[in-house]
Structures are given as structure tokens and as C-alpha cells.
């Protein structure tokens, strides 16, 4: 074996646990169940009571993140092993990317210990499982694949380990998209769940089966993931000169848009759209010179986009137009102010200090008093007069008063007299499917309970800003966006802690929540839809600028990289590509948030892209990628037969090339230079003509009958 063979071996060895991490996590689904003794977790998700505390169903996000652990243990070992090859000849400029990385890691650990809910912040929540120690492993794993990746050849393997995962996605979601989801098998079941839990869990508790979203947990994770791997595959398909590696990126970029088309996720779009943006600027004058390829490539890509919408009959042009009917929105100011509460038949809901309710309505008031003289409850107006209430034999509350006509009651107990245990259940309109619940205590105060756990709640109606009349865009993000930000106040310094937003969110805002979700009241708002929302309110504002000053120092070096050349060498293509995946990845972040199932393909390509940039400032520098100047001896010692590849050599000739051409360029611009210094003007020769005449006026009066000599 070569010389050139083992640095190739060991470079991969090296790198290898980034490739596995990269084909194998987005792929993982474990069945398990996952114990809490927070009350709070129970209120607001769907779990199981036990003795001591309560069981939770997780299937996409405990053993992916178990994964990461270990494959950053593994890193962290190589890294102590190998970190002579690892670290030596590196940029200082990577030092920035550490530095931002030690912040952010810093600041995630002391917002985690300082947080109300410390358990979850350092540990994750049970669906999520991305607390603190899944996000200092994403840094490990982040840090790893930029100085681990030494040769372009490993390059490869990253595309052989993006193929891996997007095929096993798309075969899942084959079958979700057709109403046969593999979860639902018991074959398929008994091979991902806990055998320790196998007997305890049915298949029907919790499996996901109406949407198509692989193994990414939530279908709106499908737009983050193809808005990493389109980019870079479509970037791929369009630049790889050999026909057999454009076949294939064409095959598996075909199966992450139907991924994307059958999700009809709109943040994909999006993503999508965006890295198609950067990239029209990012090679603009390469499309001009080869403008009929463009021309070819879009023509294909509007062919596909119609057979998809076909294929999905028609849902994914709609959701399209759902969301230019959003951004219109969000950006054309709103023709008057619209308040939610107007179209609501009660505008507040207050608890009285004398046991009693007040549902402030539209212009005037409800008051809820319970009578124990006569056992019954009495409805009263804002001035007092009782309200005429009848019920229907169904045993619905209602009035026929037009100021209380959509509110409804109905009455329950668990025992024979109306007083003790009593339970008033309130819904708007027809909407029976979602209720307030009101326990008596005491014989005479009434108080709004939660309904699963059945403690006394307090309703508010929450602090919020911006998006008034807009609540509903982007799939209500509007409302979750306009109260999460004032929550941002308390996280200038350290945020509230990882995964915790369920926790921290006005969760008892139900009369917002019911004018903004089809679920009414009690839907649990677990997550902000939003990375740069989820990372300051998780980690704190100093966090926020971390992570962003990685992905701008990033796409930065990037532009100045790879912009508007008029060619690319197939190393530029790579860190190209991989740059226009990270800018889908975070073009989706505007509308999700990290998740496991995703962020580690994210920061895996992010520490890689990092790589290329370095790689190629050495190439355009004729360093090669080991990183030994390319100066005439060294030149002399590549090229010898016994330590220099084909590519090696394709690689030194267009150097030499480059520079010859470089060189010979600036020989012209010299000599033109030269030329513009000393151009003849008419006094030059004037002057000349005058010397000229003297030297011939001085010879025929010296050397009279003889020759003269000028």
C-alpha cells in the first residue's frame, strides 16, 4: 500500500464517526417509555399515571438522542488519541468557531442550572430529549467533523451517508403516504420498541400515521431536512461532470422532493426557495455563460414540482398559496387593528374574591354565583339582574338573551346532591369538542380546573407583541411568535433553559389559544416554530449572537469563496453546495426549531462546509490539502511516481496552469503599464529635433570635408 492509500485510510478512519452519525441518527426509531414525577409534564402531554410519577410514550427522540452521546464520546476519544493529526496546520481562524462554540455551550449549561425546570433543561423533554447534553454533544460532533475532514475524498462518504438517510425516509414515508405506516406493523413494531416495555405499549398509543414525516418526528421536520439535503444535491446533480454521479444525485434528490411535496410542509418550501436565491447569486455569471444548461435544469425542476402537486393532488400547490397568503399578510400593514377578543363571546374570564366567576362578554358582563339556600347556580348581568337560562333535555345550560347566546353549560356530578363534587363544563357555540371546566369547592366557590389533573388554574390572558390580527399566519405561528416575545425580557443573560418553552409559555391563555387553534382551550403550545425565538429564549441573548456569529462567519467566508466565479474547481463545488444546504437549513429555521432528528445532519455538513473553506483558501493559496506550500521542490517531491495520485497530479498541472496564466496576465498588465508611462508627446519630439540640428550645425563648422557623427 502507497504512501498517498494510508493518509486516505486514515483520514476516513478519523472522519468515519461523522459519517455514521450522519446516515445512521435520522434514521433512528426506538419505541420507549420514558419516566417523569413532573406535574407540569403530565398537564400539558399525553401520559400514564404510575406510582411514582408518571409514564410518557417516545418514539422518535430518545434514541436518536442516546446516539449522539455516544458518537460524541467516540469523537471526544478520537480526538484525545489523534490530536496531533487533528490539530496540527490549523487555521486561526477556526479559533472563532471554538471560541462562539465554548459560549454557547457555557451559556446552555448555566441557563440548565438555573432554570426552574432543571431536570428538563439538562436531560430534555421527554419528545424532545435535546437538553443540555444533546446540545454540547451537537458541538462536539460540530467541532469534530471541521477538523476531522482533511481531504476532499471523504467527501464521498458524507454524500454515501446522505443517500443512506434520505432513502430510509423516503421508503417510510412510501408508506405513511399511503395509509399503511410500517409503525402500525406488528413485524416492524416489535423490531424499534423496548423489550422491557414491549408488553406495556400497544401500537396504537402514540403512533404517528396520518402524515408523511419518516423518521423525523413531526412532518414539519421534513421541511428542515430537505432543505439541507435538496440544496446540496440539486447543487451536485447540476456541477458533477461524471454522468454516473449526476444519476444518482438526480435519483435521491427526487426522493427528497417527494418527501417535501408529500409533507406539503411549507417551511421546505421555504427553505427550498431560499438556498435557490443564494445560489442564482452565488453562481450568476457561470448561469450566464452556460445559460441553455440553466435554462434545462429549471424546465426539469418545474416538470417535477407539477408531477408532484399531481401526486398529491393537488394539496401541495394549495399549501404554496396558503403561504404567499401569509407573507402577504405579515408584510402588508393590517387595514385597521383587529383584536382577537372582539370576535370571542367573552372577552376574560375573572375569579372573584367572594367564590363567584365573572365572564367579561361583548359589552356586558356574566356573573357565575352558586346559591347553597337554593343548590343551584345563578347567572346575573353587570347589574345585577338575573339572567334567563333554560335546559334543553340534553341538559345543556343556555339563554336566549342575544348577549349570551353562544355560551353553553352543562352540569356534572359524581354524586346524588348538586353541591358536593360538582363539576360546570362551559363551551362556545356548537364547539362541544372543546371545554372550560369549573369545579364547585366549598359548597360555594367556583374555579376554573385543569382538566386532566383537576387543580385549581388561573386564566390570563397573556402579555403579547406584535402580529395583532395576524394570530393566524403561518399556521398560527403569528400567535405563538407574538407571546414568546415578551418572554424575551427575562433572557438577556442566561434563557430559561433548554426544552423548556412548554413549561415557560402562557399556557393558560385559553382564550386566545381557542381563537387560534381548530383544538379550542386546551392545546399545548410545546415549542416556539422558530430556531432563532427557541435558541434565546432556551439559552439567553449572548447565546443567540454565538450561534448566529457561527453562521455568518461561515457564509461569509463562504461568499468570499465561491461568489461569481467564472469556474469552479470540483472542491469549490463541494463547499458551494454545502453552503447552500446550510442556508435552507436555516432559511427553515424562521418557521422550526432544532430537533434531534435533525440538528446533527445541520451541524455535521456545518463543520464539514468550515473544512472546504479551508481546504480551498489553501488551494487557491497552491497549498495542497495536506497542507504543504506548493513551491518548486515541493512540487518536484509530490511528482515523483512513488507519492502523487492521478488527482494529485490533475491538481498540480491546473495549479501550474493558474499560475502560469496568472503570471502571464500580469506581464501584460506591466508592460502596458510601461507603455501608458512613456508614450511620445510633441514637445518629446520637438525636444529631439532641436538637439538634433545642433549636433549637425556643430559638425559642419568642426570637421569641415569630413563625415559628421550624429
Not at 46 to 72: C, E, H, N, W
Request: hydrophobic share 45%.
Amino acid at each position: 500500500m502507497n504512501e498517498q492509500k494510508k493518509t486516505d485510510l486514515t483520514a476516513l478512519a478519523v472522519f468515519f464517526p461523522a459519517v455514521i452519525a450522519l446516515a445512521i441518527i435520522p434514521t433512528i426509531m426506538y419505541v420507549t417509555l420514558v419516566s417523569s414525577s413532573l406535574v407540569d409534564t403530565y398537564r400539558y402531554f399525553r401520559g400514564t399515571p404510575v406510582d411514582d410519577g408518571y409514564m410518557f410514550l417516545d418514539i422518535y427522540s430518545q434514541g436518536k438522542a442516546f446516539a449522539v452521546v455516544v458518537i460524541a464520546i467516540i469523537m471526544m476519544a478520537l480526538a484525545i488519541i489523534c490530536c496531533v493529526y487533528l490539530f496540527r496546520r490549523i487555521e486561526r481562524r477556526s479559533l472563532v468557531f471554538v471560541g462562539l462554540s465554548v459560549v454557547y455551550v457555557a451559556l446552555t449549561l448555566i441557563s440548565a442550572l438555573c432554570s426552574e425546570y432543571r431536570e428538563i433543561a439538562l436531560w430534555g423533554q421527554f419528545d424532545r430529549a435535546e437538553g443540555f447534553f444533546t446540545t454540547a454533544c451537537y458541538f462536539v460532533i460540530f467541532l469534530f467533523s471541521m477538523y476531522s475532514f482533511k481531504t476532499t475524498k471523504n467527501f464521498r462518504y458524507v454524500v454515501f451517508a446522505l443517500f443512506f438517510c434520505v432513502g430510509v425516509n423516503t421508503i417510510l414515508g412510501i408508506f405513511q403516504f399511503t395509509g399503511n405506516s410500517l409503525e402500525t406493523k406488528d413485524w416492524f413494531f416489535n423490531l424499534i420498541v423496548d423489550k422491557k416495555y414491549a408488553d406495556a405499549i400497544s401500537i396504537d398509543s402514540g403512533v404517528k400515521s396520518s402524515s408523511l414525516l419518516g423518521a423525523l418526528y413531526n412532518y414539519n421536520y421534513v421541511g428542515s431536512f430537505t432543505g439541507l439535503v435538496i440544496p446540496l444535491f440539486s447543487t451536485m446533480a447540476i456541477f458533477d461532470k461524471k454522468i454516473l454521479h449526476k444519476i444518482f444525485y438526480i435519483i435521491f434528490d427526487m426522493m427528497a422532493l417527494f418527501m417535501l411535496m408529500g409533507s406539503t410542509v411549507r417551511s421546505g418550501v421555504v427553505a427550498v426557495a431560499a438556498a435557490i436565491i443564494v445560489g442564482i447569486f452565488l453562481f450568476f455569471r457561470l448561469i450566464l455563460k452556460r445559460w441553455k444548461i440553466a435554462l434545462g435544469a429549471l424546465g426539469a425542476a418545474v416538470l417535477l414540482v407539477v408531477a408532484g402537486n399531481l401526486i398529491t393532488e393537488g394539496a401541495f400547490f394549495r399549501r404554496v398559496s396558503t403561504l404567499l397568503g401569509d407573507m402577504v399578510q405579515v408584510i402588508a400593514p393590517a387595514e385597521e387593528k383587529i383584536d382577537l377578543f372582539d370576535t370571542l363571546p367573552v372577552r376574560e374570564i375573572l375569579h372573584n374574591n367572594d367564590g363567584s366567576v365573572t365572564l367579561i362578554t361583548q359589552g356586558d358582563e356574566m356573573n357565575i354565583d352558586f346559591s347553597e339556600a337554593d343548590n343551584r347556580y345563578i347567572f346575573t348581568d353587570k347589574n345585577g339582574g338575573e339572567i334567563s337560562v333554560s335546559t334543553a333535555n340534553d341538559g345543556v345550560i343556555s339563554s336566549a338573551d342575544e348577549r349570551y347566546s353562544r355560551i353553553n353549560f352543562e352540569l356534572y356530578s359524581d354524586s346524588e346532591t348538586l353541591a358536593d363534587g360538582n363539576i360546570m363544563y362551559m363551551w362556545f357555540d356548537d364547539n362541544i369538542r372543546s371545554v372550560l371546566t369549573f369545579g364547585l369547592f366549598g359548597g360555594k366557590n367556583i374555579h376554573l380546573v385543569d382538566n386532566k389533573i383537576a387543580d385549581r388554574i388561573e386564566p390570563v390572558n397573556a402579555e403579547h407583541f406584535g402580529f395583532e390580527g395576524k394570530e393566524l399566519v403561518g399556521s398560527s405561528r403569528g400567535y405563538i411568535w407574538s407571546r414568546t416575545i415578551p418572554l424575551l425580557k427575562n433572557c438577556i443573560l442566561i434563557g430559561y433553559g433548554a426544552d423548556t418553552f412548554a413549561y415557560v409559555f402562557p399556557q393558560q391563555d385559553f382564550l386566545a389559544k381557542y381563537y387560534s387553534y381548530a383544538e379550542g382551550f386546551h392545546i399545548t403550545v410545546d415549542k416556539p416554530h422558530n430556531l432563532y425565538l427557541q435558541i434565546f429564549i432556551s439559552n439567553g441573548l449572548i447565546a443567540l449572537i454565538a450561534f448566529l456569529g457561527i453562521c455568518l462567519f461561515y457564509l461569509a467566508d463562504s461568499f468570499r469563496l465561491y461568489a461569481l466565479r467564472k469556474e469552479y474547481r470540483i472542491e469549490q463545488i463541494y463547499g458551494a453546495a454545502v453552503m447552500l444546504a446550510v442556508v435552507g437549513y436555516l432559511a427553515a429555521g424562521m418557521f422550526n426549531d432544532s430537533v434531534v432528528s435533525v440538528a446533527p445532519m445541520f451541524w455535521i455538513l456545518l463543520g464539514v462546509g468550515c473544512a472546504l473553506n479551508t481546504i480551498n483558501r489553501r488551494l487557491d493559496k497552491n497549498v495542497p490539502e495536506g497542507g504543504i506550500e506548493s513551491d518548486t521542490k515541493t512540487v518536484k517531491k509530490l511528482s515523483t511516481p512513488e507519492s502523487v495520485s492521478d488527482d494529485q497530479a490533475k491538481d498540480i498541472a491546473m495549479r501550474l496552469r493558474e499560475n502560469a496564466a496568472a503570471e502571464k496576465a500580469e506581464l501584460v498588465k506591466t508592460k502596458k503599464a510601461e507603455r501608458e508611462t512613456h508614450n511620445v508627446t510633441r514637445a518629446d519630439i520637438e525636444a529631439l529635433t532641436a538637439r538634433i540640428s545642433a549636433y549637425t550645425d556643430k559638425g559642419n563648422d568642426n570637421t569641415e570635408g569630413k563625415d559628421s557623427n550624429i
